[in-house]
Nanobody, 120 residues
């Protein structure tokens, strides 16, 4: 059973920072892409940032220069450092991964989500 577990959400004032973590566990052979998505109330889920096992990174325009994604391949963990937070960054943040299981099957998994709230 492969699962992703996020941590690090919380409440912060505008201009502050939060750091999210997401650890993948289970019978995993490799993880090609790990990423972060978010869903604000009344809005569709959107991509925030993603990173490949080789270190290629993509950011949504809305977070460029403020958020930094990184990963520790040895720990199957991805991080999202969020700085200069704005009230519009308030959302449930989800981790996602495209991976290959120990028996060679491709699999996509989502975490359960962690709330990030930015107050004015």
């Amino acid at each position: 059973q492969v699962q992703l577990v996020e941590s690090g959400g919380g409440l912060v004032q505008a201009g502050g920072s939060l750091r999210l973590s997401c650890a993948a566990s289970g019978r995993i052979f490799s993880i090609s892409v790990m990423g972060w998505y978010r869903q604000a109330p009344g809005k569709q889920r959107e991509s925030v940032a993603d990173i490949t096992s080789g270190g290629s990174i993509n950011y949504a325009d809305s977070v460029k220069g403020r958020f930094t994604i990184s990963r520790d391949n040895a720990k199957n963990t991805v991080y999202l450092q969020m700085s200069s937070l704005k009230t519009e960054d308030t959302a449930v943040y989800y981790c996602a991964a495209d991976l290959t299981t120990a028996i060679g099957s491709p699999l996509s998994r989502w975490g359960q989500g962690t709330q990030g709230t930015v107050s004015s």
